[in-house]
């Protein structure tokens, strides 16, 4: 069953996800060379006290810390620690979430750590980042869940290939359902799967996480002993972006974009919805 959200609980995610928003400015100006995965796992820690909202991946099936920091070769799921120090050259994904008055907010931003990155990483983030806009931009009315997929693919399939010779599509992991839970049906591919259909048609109320992951090089991964850290098996650098988006009557709306989403979704020509706290 997909859960279809009234306007009330949509604007109940919007606070959600502007904390979300808020988690990812501080973590943006945390992440700097020195500073470890645990420093800023505690800067959003407090961003999330400091709004009375509570972290929805601390606790989730055990997970240990308030945010994701994936380094480099880690596509997702980093667990923030003391060990991992940042220095200039790496990129990290920093996937974040909250829940005010039971509703979550979930989102994810890749991040430049001091100077140094090979061109074809900053082209890979903003890839990767673009890939997910034109998913955003395909959540209308009418359409269907695989033309998101299509969307996100056939945007990363039509630029230049990489040094590398091929972006990576990460398989095994994607977008989902959010709302009351932080994962719920429907499961988002980032690609176009015959085998799975067209999914469910995208109908007001639906709430989804948007959230192409993308490698240069494989779109194979594999999961570390400590049952969360997923790196790619080639070990070529991954970047991972996120938004949760609900589609409403007037069009989406971006609820972990600060400005709703509405400067990127004109550039697709898309109006985005209004944002129901002003």
Same mark, same amino acid.
């Given at each position: 069953?997909?859960?279809?959200?009234?306007?009330?609980?949509?604007?109940?995610? /919007?606070?959600?996800?502007?904390?979300?928003?808020?988690?990812?400015?501080?973590? *943006?100006?945390?992440?700097?060379?020195?500073?470890?995965?645990?420093?800023?796992?505690?800067?959003?820690?407090?961003?999330?006290?400091?709004?009375?909202?509570?972290?929805?991946?601390?606790?989730?099936?055990?997970?240990?810390?308030?945010?994701?920091?994936?380094? +480099?070769?880690?596509?997702?799921?980093?667990?923030?620690?003391?060990?991992?120090?940042?220095?200039? @050259?790496?990129?990290?994904?920093?996937?974040?979430?909250?829940?005010?008055?039971?509703?979550?907010?979930?989102?994810?931003?890749?991040?430049?750590?001091?100077?140094?990155? /090979?061109?074809?990483?900053?082209?890979? !983030?903003?890839?990767?980042?673009? !890939?997910?806009?034109? &998913?955003?931009?395909?959540?209308?009315?009418?359409? *269907?869940?695989?033309? %998101?997929?299509?969307?996100?693919?056939?945007?990363?399939? *039509?630029?230049?290939?990489?040094?590398? &010779?091929?972006?990576? %599509? %990460?398989?095994?992991?994607?977008?989902?359902?959010? @709302?009351?839970? =932080?994962?719920?049906?429907?499961?988002?591919? +980032?690609?176009?799967? /015959?085998?799975? &259909?067209?999914?469910?048609?995208? #109908?007001?109320? =639906?709430?989804?996480?948007?959230?192409? =992951?993308?490698?240069?090089?494989?779109?194979?991964?594999?999961?570390?002993?400590?049952?969360?850290?997923?790196?790619?098996?080639?070990?070529?650098?991954?970047?991972?972006?996120?938004?949760?988006?609900?589609?409403?009557?007037?069009?989406?709306?971006?609820?972990?974009?600060?400005?709703? @989403?509405?400067?990127?979704?004109?550039?697709?020509? #898309?109006?985005?919805?209004?944002?129901?706290? &002003?």
């Amino acid at each position: 069953m997909l859960e279809i959200k009234t306007p009330e609980q949509i604007a109940k995610m /919007r606070a959600a996800g502007l904390v979300v928003a808020a988690m990812h400015a501080a973590c *943006r100006e945390a992440a700097v060379p020195g500073a470890t995965t645990k420093d800023l796992d505690e800067v959003a820690a407090k961003v999330l006290a400091d709004h009375g909202a509570k972290p929805n991946f601390l606790g989730y099936g055990g997970f240990p810390g308030n945010i994701c920091t994936s380094v +480099n070769d880690v596509v997702v799921h980093g667990i923030p620690n003391r060990e991992t120090v940042l220095k200039s @050259g790496d990129i990290i994904s920093i996937d974040a979430g909250a829940i005010v008055d039971g509703w979550h907010g979930d989102a994810a931003i890749t991040v430049f750590v001091g100077e140094g990155h /090979r061109p074809e990483l900053h082209e890979l !983030s903003r890839v990767t980042e673009e !890939s997910m806009w034109a &998913g955003i931009a395909a959540m209308r009315k009418g359409n *269907r869940l695989v033309d %998101i997929s299509k969307a996100i693919e056939g945007y990363i399939r *039509r630029q230049p290939r990489p040094a590398s &010779g091929r972006y990576g %599509i %990460i398989e095994d992991y994607g977008g989902h359902g959010i @709302g009351s839970q =932080m994962h719920m049906d429907p499961h988002l591919l +980032n690609y176009v799967d /015959r085998r799975r &259909g067209r999914g469910p048609r995208l #109908v007001p109320g =639906m709430c989804l996480a948007i959230e192409p =992951m993308v490698s240069l090089g494989t779109a194979k991964t594999h999961v570390l002993d400590d049952d969360w850290t997923v790196k790619t098996n080639d070990g070529s650098w991954a970047c991972h972006w996120e938004h949760s988006v609900a589609l409403t009557e007037e069009g989406p709306l971006v609820l972990t974009a600060p400005d709703g @989403g509405r400067a990127k979704l004109a550039e697709y020509g #898309v109006t985005a919805a209004p944002d129901p706290l &002003g």
